[in-house]
């Protein structure tokens, strides 16, 4: 985790936040990492919307509740 964060701050993508306990470490995404999180926010809407063209919504949640037996079956 500390190695994804330091990278993330190196690419200009979040910074520290300050606080008055020295511990704790608190981040934010800084501009550019707004703009990249949006950017990529908006390529996945796309993504998904172009899988799931033409399954009605009800098609979708009966895929979700098969895939999910179908899961429990394997663990057991």
Known sequence: MTRTINRLEELGYVEHVPTKDKREKR???????????TEVRETVDQFEQNILAGI???EQLEAIRVMETIRKNLIE
């Open 27 to 37: 981040m934010q995404l800084t501009e550019l990492g707004n703009r990249i999180s």
């Open 56 to 58: 009605s919504e009800q």
